[in-house]
């Protein structure tokens, strides 16, 4: 993590200088997209009647800004809608508008490392009573914040603590499927109440087969021998993960994504979790005991330094213009930031 120190003090500048905006911008803690206006996130307003809130019938994603640039802005909005086909939702709106929108709040906010987050949810009538052929008014909640950590930038350095969830497995695809982003979250509060209770602050669920799947937000990686292992079911097929994996092999490494059992956790060399809101997080502490000798990995340290540099490659991310409202290169069309692929 060689990079790190720069990373971070370019972060803590940023943020310093938006929060002098606060007094002066009503958007800059925060904006959001209701009903086709803007308004401050403090503000914003749902229908208590929307089937998302009442029965959590939707799908999500989030995307994220860095350093004024959106970063793989179309992987997220490609996985929201096969998202919304898999629960039989439409996005109202083309991705086209939905990316013009999404730039325009970030500008309007001034933020320049943003967390963002879509929610397209079933509307005010719910499926009971549902007919083949009716077709229902889904709704799109878009807002922007200031950039969320699931782990701290201090944490970093020295990694963090985890454990392996003991009262609580993860919801078996059979029963919702993983590959949809959602917010059907009891069994990951669950886990994250036990982490505390056990001294920690990340839970890692398993299938109750004995294998590893994903976390409270996050997904897993452990790696053994200089190999990368990633689970490949029960989990959400991460963005942040895509990246993992495209980094590690463009410098040279193995990435192997397959059943995972939970007792290779104990063996590992090293661990780090993965998401939109953090990055690459290094664990080194699993149920009370250091992973190997308790310090960052090199593994993990080139995974992040080479996941925070593509940030900045215009393969991948865009960059804002501030004063307009617009994003750079799109030229009135939806902006393909492509992968590695």
Known sequence: MATMGDIFAGYHSRLAALETTFDKNPLARGVAWIEGELVPLHEARIPLLDEGFLHSDLTYDVPSVWDGRFFRLDDHLSRLQASCAKMRLQLPLPPAEVQRILVEMVAKGGIRDAFVELIVTRGLKGVRGYTP??????????????FVWVMAPEVQPVGGKAVVARTVKRTPPGSFDPTVKNLQWGDLTRGLFEAADRGAAYPFLTDGDTNLTEGAGFNIVLVKDGILYTPDRGVLEGVTRKCVIDVAEALGLTVKVE???VEM??????????????????????????????KVGPITKRIWDAYWKIHWDPTFSFEIDYATGIAKGLQGAIFSVGSLE
């Open 265 to 294: 956790a104990y063996s590992s060399d090293e661990i780090f979790m993965c998401t939109t809101a953090g990055g690459i997080m290094p664990i080194t502490e699993l149920d009370g005991r250091p992973v190997k000798d308790g």
């Open 259 to 261: 059943f995972v059992p």
């Open 133 to 146: 052929g009716q077709t229902f008014k889904n709704n799109l909640y878009m807002f922007v914040r200031p």
